[in-house]
Every structure is written in C-alpha cells, then in structure tokens.
C-alpha cells in the first residue's frame, strides 16, 4: 500500500507564499488520485480545504490553490495570514488511500 | 446547514467494545458515503472507514478490519462505528465526515464536511 509523504514542517512570513507537497512511494501523484487538502488548526475539528487536486469549497479561502507540481499534488498558500497557521493533510482518494502525515505550517 | 454530532465515547478497558454514533442533519443522508476518520493524541489523521450511500458496501482500513464495523440507518440518519478487541492504541478522536457525491457507489474518501469527533480512551 503506498504511503503518502508530506514535509513535516514548513514556515512562512506573513503575506509571503509557501507552496506544500503530497507525494506517494508507489509512484506520482495524478489527477486519478483526486487529491484532497484538510486544514486543522489547533483545537479544532479538521475541515476539507480542497478536493479533486483544485476544486475549492464555499468556504476555502480564496489565498490556497492546489494543482499537480513535479509528480506531486500541491497546495500553494499566496500572501499567508496568521490564521493559516495549522497542519495540512493531503489525502489520496481511492480505494485503500489514506492520509499523510501532515505538515505543520508555521506563519512567523 | 450540514450538522454532524458524534457520541458515544468514553473510556473503555482493552479487550472491551464501544459503539460509536454519528447523528446527521441538514442534507439527505441517504444520498452519501459516510466516513469515519480518527486522530490519537498528538498524531496525524487516520482513515478508518466509509460507507456507501445504502449501506451495500463498506471499507475498512487493513489494520481494522477485523475488529471494526462500520453500518448506517438511513431511516434515522444515523451513521455507526462498533469496535471490539479494542487496543490501547485505538485511543483517539474519532470524527464523522459526510461524503461530497451524491451516488451509490464507493470508489474512496470524498469527504467534505466534518463533525467535532469523540474521545475515545483505552486504558
């Protein structure tokens, strides 16, 4: 079963753009795997920021994009707010798909 | 506007049993997969389960499956987790996430809207 890879951390100055990246051990990453974005800031319930590599809920920010970068999903954040400080899980939907394990982004 | 409460946690020995119950409301339920996803202490999200629409058909993470099941009442909008043998490591929130499609079929998460979990403790 492939194991989905994120970096462990990253940070970002405010108002700068940081860009997070979802691999996977078996090979890269496509728009077949309809890749999903959670958001989680401390102390709160995950919520779904993206899905299907690009598509944005009512509620997502419009400052996140995601798209497919080098055989990775990606989730690209432009002009980062203090609030976006959180962990990010990207998901890789299909049968037997999980999650990785999560970047947690720092906004300093 | 989509409401998902979970109940049902609690402190439980190893080797005991829990059911846990997701109450929906604000869409028809019926109509989506159901997914439950849970988050130990200080770790990352876990895959648990998901449901098709009518029940037919479910998924279970590999490393649950034989003590977890996942069923729903679609006629009372209810969604369930019963776990068994349970582990000290099954320790975690467990957290109820409505599926996006509306359609019978199961093809993996598609999750969108996510209710505020329950605390599970095996100890």
């Known amino acids: 079963q492939a194991v989905v890879t994120q970096e462990p951390s990253l940070t970002v100055s405010p108002g700068g753009t940081v860009t997070l990246t979802c691999g996977s051990t078996?090979?890269?990453?496509?728009?077949?795997?309809?890749p999903y974005w959670i958001q989680q800031k401390p102390g709160q319930a995950p919520r779904t920021l993206i899905y299907d590599t690009s598509s944005k809920h009512s509620w997502t920010p419009a400052r996140f994009s995601g798209s497919l970068l080098g055989g990775k999903a990606a989730l690209t954040l432009s002009g980062a707010q203090p609030e976006d400080e959180a962990d990010y899980y990207c998901l890789l939907s299909y049968i037997g798909g999980g999650f990785g394990g999560g970047t947690k982004l720092t906004v300093l | 506007e989509v409401h998902l409460v979970e109940s049902g946690g609690g402190l439980v020995q190893p080797g005991g049993s829990l059911r846990l119950s997701c109450s929906a409301s604000?869409?028809?339920?019926?109509?989506?997969?159901m997914h439950w996803v849970r988050q130990g202490p200080g770790k990352g999200l876990e895959y648990v389960s998901g449901?098709?629409?009518?029940?037919?058909?479910?998924y279970h993470a590999d490393s649950l499956k034989d003590r977890f099941t996942t069923s729903r009442d679609n006629s009372k909008n209810v969604l369930y987790l019963q776990m068994s043998s349970l582990k000290p490591e099954d320790t975690a929130v467990y957290y109820c996430v409505k599926g996006r499609l509306a359609r019978e079929v199961y093809s993996g998460y598609d999750g969108d809207y996510w209710g505020q979990g329950t605390l599970v403790t095996v100890s």
């Open positions: 449901i098709s629409s009518n029940g037919g058909y479910t």
């Open positions: 604000g869409f028809t339920f019926r109509s989506y997969a």
């Open positions: 078996t090979g890269a990453v496509t728009s077949v795997h309809y």
